[in-house]
């Protein structure tokens, strides 16, 4: 049972466009929405996360938007680089838990193209 | 900075053999976690320790145990390997949280991943 589902799959983006990648939840216990960005060769390593108070969180060129109605949130990518090619997972958890259980989406392959 | 090491990036094994994949971790972190990432299904979570010799499977325990005899060593272990365990295996661990945890607790680190084949 996949709790979340990513979307797409893979992306081609060219240099300077936006990247839009897109997860919705399925159990409204979650309040804590992480993403995740691995480079080849590397483990992932958290990139920018939200709690569902707000609609959105801006860190530089990286915007995640959240629809709590709608069990649905996004990262969005501003004038992508080719440096920002590697592969995107999102990822839910509760924070009522002390162990910090991290589900996560299928992940998204990024490339952009200079 | 947190360090998370892995006993090995690329692993060939033989089928019903016992395989053993090492995690170490710097960070004095309560919580480990191993999963494994296949293409199109993400990273899912194998098992997971909140404390010494604590463990608790996570969605796809099957074919797998663990060890967590010391604090920083979470150790993974296939007691027959099969070729449907072929697979990148990824450690990763977290602080301990609690009633007034910050995000700080969630905040996963990875190890670089063990590439494992079975033949």
């Known amino acids: 049972q996949q709790q979340v589902k990513q979307s797409p799959q893979s992306l081609i983006v060219q240099k300077g466009g936006i990247s839009i990648i897109n997860c919705a939840y399925e159990?409204?216990?979650?309040?804590?929405f992480p993403w995740y960005q691995q480079f080849p060769g590397k483990g992932p390593a958290l990139l920018i996360a939200?709690?569902?108070?707000?609609s959105e969180k801006k860190e530089g060129r990286f915007t995640i938007s959240f629809n709590k109605s709608a069990k649905q949130f996004s990262l969005h990518i501003m004038d992508s680089q080719p440096g920002d090619s590697a592969t995107y997972f999102c990822a839910a958890s509760i924070r009522g838990t002390s162990y910090g259980k991290l589900t996560f989406g299928q992940g998204t392959i990024l490339t952009v193209h200079p | 900075d947190v360090k998370v090491t892995q006993s090995s990036r690329y692993l060939v094994k033989r089928t019903g053999e016992k395989v053993f994949l090492e995690c170490v971790q710097d960070?004095?972190?309560?919580?480990m976690f191993w999963y494994r990432q296949d293409p199109g299904l993400g990273l899912r979570l194998i098992y997971f320790s909140y404390d010494v010799k604590m463990k608790e499977k996570g969605d796809i325990p099957e074919g797998y145990s663990v060890s967590r005899e010391k604090k920083e060593r979470f150790s993974l272990i296939l007691e027959s390997a099969s070729t449907n365990q072929t697979s990148m295996y990824l450690c990763?661990?977290?602080?301990?949280?609690?009633?007034?945890?910050?995000?700080?607790?969630?905040?996963?680190?990875f190890g670089p991943g063990t590439r494992l084949t079975v033949t």
């Open positions: 939200i709690r569902p108070d707000v």
């Open positions: 159990n409204t216990a979650f309040d804590y």
């Open positions: 960070m004095d972190h309560e919580n």
């Open positions: 990763a661990s977290s602080p301990k949280g609690g009633l007034r945890i910050s995000e700080k607790t969630y905040e996963q680190y």
